[in-house]
């Protein structure tokens, strides 16, 4: 077995998909799905299949990935334990950051743990919430940083701390904005980006949407916040985002602020599995960010 592509592989069902997968890997799609299907060719299994217009594990995928998980988290802990003989790496600190957390505001969170001290490296891993705690409980993470607490209906044992929240505010492409009139009654037939249903402030939006009896169009849902804002900077529709970061969309996106919405807040949890995280970067980020970096 071909180890590259296995952690080709691994890429694409962390990501969701091979566009996301590619671009991590600095390869094209073409060439992250052939290293696949030569994958499958030497375990004689199908890993993925087709779902809507993206792709699902099979169960023999869902069981290479258990073991694919294993054998790179062996890796990450071969490498640690080498470097604290070496003195050449710092000590990794393991943080997952579900899909829906805008990447803008996660690297607020996770600032003060580049400041401390004793260094930490840290390790980055993007997937969905359920998926990041279960690696939690498996202690391949230290942190999990979410826009919800820990639900109710999932037996991982975890502690969740609210770092903050950010009320809302819609964005678009300049012509765009500029062709809107009365906020939020421009939003109305009008094309809306929305965030995918694993976000808990799509229903808030909705919600809000309804009692303002305002019908946008809507005309994508995204998982990937940074995505549905590509998509806003060219000029397809509104978007909303946490008003927090407002500034870095303009300036980043080249798109305009069209409205606040004081009604509808997105909030912030750090996810640990201790009540009293002895790690001093979780216990950095947390205090950090619930004195002074994420507001209203």
């Not at 600032?111 to 401390?116: E, K, N």
């Not at 359920?130 to 391949?140: A, G, I, P, Q, V």
């Not at 808990?200 to 019908?215: F, K």
Request: aromatic share 8%.
């Amino acid at each position: 077995m071909n180890f590259k592509h296995l952690h080709y592989f691994w890429t694409v069902a962390r990501s969701g998909s091979v566009v996301r997968a590619s671009e991590r890997l600095h390869l094209t799609p073409q060439t992250v799905s052939a290293q696949i299907k030569l994958l499958e060719q030497s375990l004689d299994a199908t890993l993925f299949r087709p779902a809507g217009r993206g792709l699902e594990l099979t169960e023999a995928g869902r069981l290479a990935l258990s073991y694919a998980d294993e054998i790179f988290a062996l890796g990450d802990a071969l490498e640690a334990a080498l470097a604290s003989r070496s003195g050449a790496l710092a000590p990794p600190f393991r943080v997952g950051i579900t899909d829906v957390v805008p990447k803008a505001l996660a690297y607020r969170m996770l600032a003060p743990a580049r400041h401390l001290a004793d260094p930490v490296r840290l390790i980055c891993r993007e997937g969905k919430l359920d998926r990041l705690l279960t690696e939690l409980s498996l202690h391949k993470l230290d942190m999990v940083l979410a826009d919800r607490p820990i639900p109710e209906n999932m037996s991982v044992r975890g502690f969740s701390r609210k770092l903050g929240e950010s009320t809302l505010a819609f964005f678009a492409a300049p012509a765009l904005a500029e062709g809107c009139g009365e906020f939020p009654r421009c939003l109305d037939n009008a094309p809306l980006f929305m965030p995918g249903d694993d976000a808990t402030v799509r229903g808030r939006i909705e919600r809000w949407l309804e009692q303002m009896r305002i019908a946008p169009r809507v005309v994508g849902e995204f998982d990937d916040g940074a995505l549905m804002k590509a998509f806003g900077k060219e000029g397809g529709g509104f978007f909303p985002s946490p008003a927090l970061l407002a500034d870095e969309i303009e300036a980043q996106y080249g798109v305009k602020l069209v409205g606040r919405v004081d009604e509808v807040s997105e909030e912030f949890y750090a996810i640990t599995r201790e009540p009293d995280s002895r790690h001093p970067a979780a216990h950095a980020i947390i205090e950090a960010a619930q004195s002074a970096l994420i507001t209203r």
